[in-house]
């Protein structure tokens, strides 16, 4: 089962990831947590990826081809993966398609998880992450139990450096046309489920498990 969660930020890919990984036992393939983890080593490397994520811009091509296509060779995601932020391009969503190729396994479905620009600007400005274990919370739409604390494992909850204003604005008018293109794609080849990604958290998730149990996965 080879699944892409597309989405613009803020769209709630992190936050359906979570429980989708964790009911169809898939590996969770987040572009975004591998370059965050990436940007915290020495290297000349790790300092581009730490430039181009707190400014909000996309990481090249190039490289996030690379690290995707290491990830899906290691051996958990011989059964099938859960993409999330990843393909974000028409060169990237064209790359996956040779992975694909070459292992033999078709795209068994991407969710696209459709919501307004004020949408996402709300709920990114009031994101807040797990630094201990990754949970996503937001402080009106999904608070902790106990303020500034995760519920899972009790660390002092962080925002995100580009969650501010500035490199947010980067990040949604970078991801826009991208996003269309996607979906465009996608469409064409009879794999894209799109969902009203701007209701309550539940009721996104039901509509995805339903799309991807009507695959007969
Ligand atoms: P968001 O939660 O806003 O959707 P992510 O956590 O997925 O953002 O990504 C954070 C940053 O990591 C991006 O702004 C970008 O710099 C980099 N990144 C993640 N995925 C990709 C990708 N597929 N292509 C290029 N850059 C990426
Ligand atoms: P993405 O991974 O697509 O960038 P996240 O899953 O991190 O998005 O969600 C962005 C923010 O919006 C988080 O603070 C999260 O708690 C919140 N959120 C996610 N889904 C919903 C939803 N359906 N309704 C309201 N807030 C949501
Ligand atoms: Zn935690």
Same mark, same amino acid.
């Given at each position: ?17 979570? #429980? ?107 994101? #807040? ?46 991801? #826009? ?41």
């Amino acid at each position: 089962m080879q699944v892409i969660l597309l989405g613009l930020p803020g769209a709630g890919k992190g936050t359906q990831a979570a #429980w989708i990984v964790e009911d169809f036992g898939l590996p969770h393939i987040s572009t975004g947590d591998m370059f965050r983890a990436a940007a915290k080593g020495e290297s000349q490397v790790s300092g581009e990826i730490r430039s181009y994520i707190e400014g909000g811009l996309l990481v090249p091509d190039e490289l996030t081809i690379r690290i995707v296509r290491d990830r899906i060779a290691q051996d958990d995601a011989k059964e099938g993966f859960l993409l999330d932020g990843f393909p974000r391009t028409r060169p990237q969503a064209q790359a996956l398609d040779n992975m694909l190729a070459e292992v033999g396994r078709p795209l068994s479905r991407v969710i696209y998880l459709e919501v307004g620009r004020e949408e996402l600007l709300r709920r990114l400005g009031g994101r #807040w992450v797990c630094p201990g274990c990754g949970a996503t919370y937001h402080a009106v739409f999904q608070p902790p139990r106990s303020a500034g604390v995760c519920n899972e494992c009790g660390t002092a909850l962080q925002q995100r450096a580009d969650d501010r204003p500035d490199a947010v604005r980067v990040r949604l008018e970078q991801n #826009w046309d991208n996003t269309q293109s996607l979906v465009a794609f996608y469409e064409a080849r009879g794999v894209l489920t799109r969902l009203a990604g701007d209701q309550p958290i539940d009721r996104v998730r039901r509509a995805i498990r339903a799309a991807l149990r009507g695959d007969g996965q």
